[in-house]
């Protein structure tokens, strides 16, 4: 069985470093409610702005889980994350598929934004599953930025 990578791609009303600022510094105020590693709900995302840095969910009680890591961060260019939960959705340092982002700039002062989450054959047997969820998953997130980003011009 082939598993595809997830590809999604939108254009916001931002400039590309005004994009990349939005989508890593203000993830909670865009990402879907609901959509995160369980109860109870997230308070926050973080990502440390450098390679090396951890990409975490802050929870509703205070907890810090760990989703991965940042393998790029080029502001207004590129974020490619590490995203470590397993087919569980638990924290594994062993497992690894990639979220690239790129914010690319297109016409009337617009970003390209395009993410890519690959590698989705190392969920094993959970990939077909798995890939068919976060394609609808990404595509939630995405539309829900370009609406945050909407509404803070």
Same mark, same amino acid.
């Given at each position: 069985m082939t598993i595809h990578p997830v590809k999604k791609s939108i254009t916001v009303s931002a400039s590309p470093e005004q994009a990349f600022e939005l989508f890593t510094q203000h993830t909670a105020k865009w990402w879907k409610e609901g959509q995160s590693s369980g109860n109870p709900w997230f308070r926050d995302f973080r990502m440390e702005p450098h390679a090396g840095g951890k990409w975490t969910e802050v929870k509703a009680d205070g907890k810090i889980i760990q989703w991965g890591k940042v393998l790029e961060w $080029?502001?207004?260019?590129? @974020?490619? #994350?590490?995203? $470590? @939960?397993?087919?569980?959705?638990?924290?594994?340092?062993?497992?690894?598929? *990639?979220?690239?982002?790129?914010?690319?700039?297109?016409?009337?002062? &617009?970003? &390209?934004?395009? #993410?890519?989450?690959?590698? @989705? *054959?190392?969920?094993? *047997?959970a990939a077909a599953s798995f890939e068919a969820e976060l394609d609808k998953g990404w595509l939630r997130h995405l539309t829900s930025f370009a609406d945050y980003v909407k509404v803070q011009k």
């Open positions: $080029q502001p207004g260019k590129r @974020l490619l #994350l590490a995203w $470590q @939960l397993n087919s569980s959705f638990a924290y594994d340092p062993d497992f690894i598929t *990639e979220v690239d982002i790129s914010f690319v700039a297109a016409d009337h002062g &617009q970003t &390209q934004v395009t #993410l890519e989450h690959r590698n @989705l *054959e190392r969920f094993g *047997e």
